[in-house]
């Protein structure tokens, strides 16, 4: 077996076996699964190289047999949570479309096209769940077009969009009167369209239907979650590079969105009224949280900040390991304290998981355990809410008695499926994201570096990492993409099979190996150079700080003369391969410039050690990337003006 395949199969082996067994299992259970685990996806990789594309002439009756399979559990998604799937946010955005008094804590547009335009028809939020359902079964309908028209046949194309629409987390999310829904449907959307345009070799976007499908999938990440302006712009950027004849398009249809939507529509709706940073803190309370729940030391300010946060009592009291939330809205002022204590809390965390590396590993896996752990629970929604004014969202009469009914008949199966080996088939939020590994190891394998091919992946990876840095792993809804995105993403991955082998030794070569004077290619060589040297740099100084008790100034400079040693001798070979006759003279200048490099980096040190009072060795990482951009552009204009 090759060392990539092996390799890679290990890791998802690992990632797998750590979401079945994380805080269950003792280390020999654990790798007696793992093993077990590796062996059966040997043999389902070896089976995976042996399929073939099996697209044909479509039919349109076919599409009757794709609707009522769709619209089946949409139906049973409406009894069961009728007049909709109510959540708190679904009231706080229905309270604005009746009063008519907009923020952007909620996305606006989100408001707007599935509350407000809904309710001109019909003042109820019956209106908001029939158009919800409306939109997921179109959305849904071309997918199975997608899959017909490209890869499976019809049998194939029904038992696949089977398994979607009858996972209970679908039925259950398709009704849920939320912005995470349309935002993971559009994510979808956004994905089906990357996958053509990647197909097409761009050629795709020449087709008048093509662009306005592509500018309304991206228009929904963009406009209905506030993250969603990451995947957005990443993608945007990424098909500018990618496509130079489409470049024209693109860059209108970007700087246009951003003009109207941030610009003019923007300030009339006054956008910027958010949760501002606190929101961004999810994560990093939630493990400072256990930090502190887990007898890890904090001084007075420190205990004071806390207590300006949310009451010091509650940071025991309500603590929760999966969600910072439960202590967060004991408190009124959290919002505002945080917004005005950023840099002081980052500074706290960072201080802490640097100093507690053990707890900050396990605090995150518990922080982010929804978007990798396999199991998934299935939360019950809270549908019977008071009304406002003439406009009742609860339920009345016989239709909560049938209602009720239906509701009870999901819960019951929803438990068989998530709490069985029978979830396996319709894949739970761990599922997922595993599968999603999946498809871009099964790209990595047949495409290698043909960076376009990585293209679909982009939003929802971007997604998920945003997730995982900024929210509290127990929202659930957040990662409702990956279940929607896994699909496509698994299918693309099974069935492009383009193989790339013979340029692997030849891109390679040019990247890291063919003498070059290519600025960016060394740059990107540096990096790797600079990396392996900020370790050696990094490390001795640790070790001669920590082990060898010597005073942290004069641990700086030891530690920097090796780490520039290294630099010097990985340059020689990989960067800067000119070749100069007088190495000594070429060798003085080269540590002249790492001198220079060296007071820098002592300065720095100084300063946000002595002065700014910051952890030492978050000073050394701040100082070493500084001293890294100097040390290159230093040297590469040296040897630019030898040669």
Known sequence: MKKLEFIMITILSLIFTIGITFGRMELVSFLIIFSLIEIIFNLIFKKINTLKSQEG????????????????????????????????????????????????WHPIFHILIFFKLPSLIYNNIIASSIFQLLVTYLVILYFSYFLRKNYLNFKKTSFILSLLVLNPIFIKYSVTLQKDTPYSLFMMLLTLVLINIVKSNGKSLEKSKEKILFLISILGVFLFRHNGLVPFIFTFILLIIFYPKLRKFLTISLVSILVVFYGLVGSFFNLNTTGGKSEMLGVVLGQVSYYYNNDVKFND?????????????????????????????????????????????????????????????????????????????????????ESSGETSISKK?????????????????????????????????????????????????????????????????????????????????????????????????????????????????????NKTDNSLIQFLRYFFVGGAAAVVNIGMLYIF?????????????????????????LSKKLVFQDNVVDKRKEFIIYALIGVLGLGLDTLLVLILSDKLKIYYMLSKIISTIIVFVWNFLARKIFYKIIK
């Open 301 to 385: 300010d420190e205990i004071k900040l806390l207590d300006e946060l949310v009451p010091i009592a509650n940071w025991k009291d309500k603590y929760d390991p999966r969600n910072f939330n439960s202590i967060k809205w004991t408190s009124g002022s959290f919002n505002r304290v945080a917004n005005d204590n950023f840099f002081k809390i980052i500074g706290m965390w960072i201080n802490k998981s640097v100093q507690n590396p053990k707890e900050f590993l396990i605090s995150y896996l518990h922080m982010t355990s929804p978007i990798w752990e396999i199991k998934a629970k299935l939360s019950d929604v809270d549908y019977d809410m």
């Open 397 to 513: 009469g016989d239709m909560k008695k049938i209602s009720d009914n239906v509701y009870q008949k999901l819960v019951n199966y929803n438990n068989i499926v998530t709490y069985s080996p029978i979830r396996l088939l319709f894949i739970n939020f761990g599922d997922a994201f595993f599968l999603i590994i999946v498809s871009i190891y099964l790209i990595i394998k047949k495409s290698r570096l043909n960076l376009k091919r990585y293209l679909p992946f982009i939003p929802t990876v971007l997604n998920t990492l945003v997730i995982m840095v900024l929210i509290t792993g127990e929202e659930y809804r957040f990662v409702y993409s990956n279940i929607l995105c896994c699909y496509p993403l698994l299918i693309y991955g099974l069935y492009e099979n383009n193989d790339f082998k013979s340029k692997v030794k030849e891109i390679f070569k040019k990247m890291f190996i």
């Open 57 to 104: 002439k479509i039919k349109k009756k076919e599409f009757l047999i794709y609707s009522i399979i769709i619209l089946i559990p949409l139906i049973i998604a409406f009894l069961a949570y009728y007049p909709g799937g109510v959540i708190y946010d679904t009231i706080t955005e229905w309270m604005e479309v009746q009063t008519n008094n907009y923020n952007n």
């Open 545 to 569: 700080t920590e082990v060898f008790h010597i005073y942290y100034v004069i641990s700086n400079i030891l530690s920097f003369t090796l780490g520039l040693i290294v630099n010097y001798l």
